[in-house]
C-alpha cells in the first residue's frame, strides 16, 4: 500500500484547509485510514481516524470540533477538513492505515504511512 498526502500549505489563524490522501497498491479496504502530525521537536501524535465504512469516527481532544475526517473508498481517498485552524496545528501531517486506528494507537503499530504534507498556521 503506498499513501500520498498533499493539501498543506500557509494559512493565517482562523483559516482552514483541507488534507488528502490517496492510496494505492492492494489497498486493504477496510483498514482504518488515519491522520497523525509531528510538530518540530515533539512526537508524531494522533489526530483523527476513519473506519472503513466512514461510519465512525475519532478525534484528539485538541481537534475536535474543529477538523472533520472523511473517506471516499470509491477514490480511494481520505480528507482531513480543518476549520479554525490554531498555531499549535502547524505540523507535518501524516495519513496512515492500520486495521484499527483509536486515540491511544502509537505511531510504532502503524502498518504504513504516507510522507508528510505540511501545514504552517500563522499568527
Known amino acids: 500500500v503506498q499513501l500520498q498526502a498533499s493539501g498543506g500549505g500557509l494559512v493565517q489563524a482562523g483559516g482552514s484547509l483541507r488534507l488528502s490522501c490517496v492510496a494505492s497498491?492492494?489497498?486493504?479496504?477496510?483498514?482504518?485510514m488515519g491522520w497523525f502530525r509531528q510538530s518540530p521537536g515533539k512526537e508524531r501524535e494522533f489526530v483523527a481516524a476513519v473506519n472503513w465504512s466512514g461510519e465512525i469516527t475519532v478525534y484528539a481532544d485538541s481537534v475536535k470540533g474543529r477538523f472533520t475526517i472523511s473517506r471516499d473508498n470509491g477514490k480511494n481517498t481520505m480528507y482531513l477538513q480543518m476549520i479554525s485552524l490554531k498555531p499549535d496545528d502547524t505540523a507535518v501531517y501524516y495519513c496512515?492505515?492500520?486495521?484499527?486506528?483509536?486515540?491511544?494507537?502509537?505511531?510504532?503499530?502503524?502498518?504504513?504511512w504516507g510522507k508528510g504534507t505540511l501545514v504552517t498556521v500563522s499568527s
Open positions: 496512515a492505515a492500520h486495521p484499527l486506528i483509536i486515540r491511544t494507537t502509537t505511531p510504532r503499530d502503524i502498518d504504513y
Open positions: 497498491g492492494r489497498t486493504p479496504s477496510r483498514y482504518f
